[in-house]
């Protein structure tokens, strides 16, 4: 599935930090990431709204709001994007990886005709003439599955479907041929008919092209469905990375298994009673001390409140499966931590194990 | 016009709406109109949970909405303890309307920002305050019921995050102690963990208030978690509608089995059945079914004759022996 792992990395990431000056105070909104991703793999990043997961995706194609600093390094198709010459930036964001954002009813232009917005991005990097910019921008609706290419050319987005104008969102991404494209929840805005077509448009060019792709979802049915591997983010960090097969046979993190938990799941009948999360996230303007997921955790401990576990494998176990957490799901020292909880009443953080588990308010 | 008909209507003595043949048109000027409901018929009986599924422009939050007269529907009949309320004068209207109430997708943006948790639930006891069963002291007890620490009274929305206000818009329709709450994709705008909160509450407050619920969202899997009858709609018309267990084991519309086969990572109830194109013009709706341009399964008696909904189960069989309807000519049956 994920191919040659040996093979380069399209994508290197190490010790990520993105945190930005507010009149708040300083938020950290991601906090020591560092993740690889092999050519034509698919990671998928999933996670709830305030994680992170769209800070990280755009510092990869250089889109940090005014008040965000960086540090880390970012390396893709193993050039260090810190080390580009100025001439070189310009004409390396937008080709080597680009992006398709979340709402394609926001991200064109809705005053220029499809055809001009497609041939921009070419006709700036690529040394083109505007009759072949045009040719290959039907080329590529073509290839994007839009019926009829040349009378498109000359429409404006409102005369496009949702569905229609995610696929010329699509096509612009493509348009400058790609090698990491970071898509933020491609299909959030439509329905899920549409979702598919689309989710399995992606599929079909990355395989045609090569690409390696970084899909952001808060779905975790998409990610399963899509991803060679899943990231599952909380509160600007990585908590646990596998394989999608793994993530889901064999989770680790609580988290993981809260997030599973909480959705409905269609094969169960109907009233089942669903298992929320209890509590909010951390304010990552003033993070805990400790693991963030701490204070929601049903496996917490007292060391989970005062240190913060770092990313590892099972020892001996897949090295591709890791997760940051002191009492995993499925291990002895997890399965001592719920005992231990479920004895107390509460978890070391002071909550109610009724709120975890079972009945509720 | 063809109906979609009126098989699947229950005659029980609990049925507490009952819509026929309702249609619901937009003019657009130049003599055209948008067919946005199409003779849609269905009932609700007292403490059920009936889910409507369909992409956006279906219709069915148009539906919804024009059960409780807003707007009026341009023709059909809803009968609501036994009374027609489409024929109802303003005033009649005004006087059911607190029986009705509605819980919107967008939590924050339903809220007055301007107003405190307590004005904004106290807001209906005001305008029906002189009935002496609905008292101001029901607000703290209210807020307590959707977990919200009655001491928040004083705050405003923006202080609360998604999940809260939406337990506060649910304190807000229960307030007057309606018998049908309408819930147009409330958990749409939630991320999962707080999805589920919301979810459960609604099933509590179901239970501890007695209300029916009119539950619209595009996503099945959380419509199959808190129905107990799915109607499917597409294009303004009814496809499909079954007890929510006996729907999502045996979907038998072609649009039905689409839908499911698209729930993302879910195992595929059907086989892998895609519907290609898009939706066809509500101004211009072909005739016959209207699902027929996009169905796999469509042969020319599709395209001109339209399917009414018909029982495909045993009589009285299924679960809850309130059947199994299907508007389709040739369902899939196995």
Redesign the interface.
Known sequence: MTGDRSSTNMLEVDDLVVEFDTPAGTLRAVDGVSLRIAERETLAIVG??GSGKSVLSRTFINLLAGNGTRTGTIKIGGRDIDQLSKAERKHFFGVEVAMIFQDPMTSLNPVKRIGSQLTEAMRYHLDVSKAEADERAIALLEQVHIPSPKQRMKQYPHEL????RQRVVIAMALACEPRLLIADEPTTAL???????I??LLDELRHERNMSMILIT?????????ADRIGVMYAGRIQEMATADQLFSDMRHPYTQ??LE????????????????PG?PPNLLDPPAGCPFAARCRNAQADCLNSKPTLSADEGGAADHVYACFHPVGTPAGEAALAANRAAGETAAGLPMAEVEGE?? | MAGSGTAHLRERDDVLVRVEHMVVEFPIGRGQKVHAVSDVSFDLVEGETLGIVGESGCGKSTTAKATIQLPRPTDGSVWFKGQDITKFSTEQLRQVRPEFQMIFQDPISSLNPRRTVHEIIAEGLKVWGDNDTWQLDRIEELMEAVGIDPRYGERKPHQFSGGQCQRISIARALVLDPKVIICDEPVSALDVSVQAQILNLLEDMKARYGVSLMFISHDLSVVKNISDRVMVMYMGKTCEIAGSDELFARPTHHYTRALMAAIPGAQAVADDVSIEGELPSAIDPPAGCRFASRCPAATDKCRTEEPELRQIDAEGGGDGGDGHFVACHFPVLD
């Open positions: 709830e709204s479907s949702g569905g229609m329905d899920v008919t549409v979702q598919k077509t989710l399995d808060h779905d975790l049915g998409v990610a399963r469905g899509r809260a997030l909480s959705i409905p799941d269609p094969s169960k009948p109907s009233h089942t009673r669903l298992q929320p999360i909010r509720l308010v």
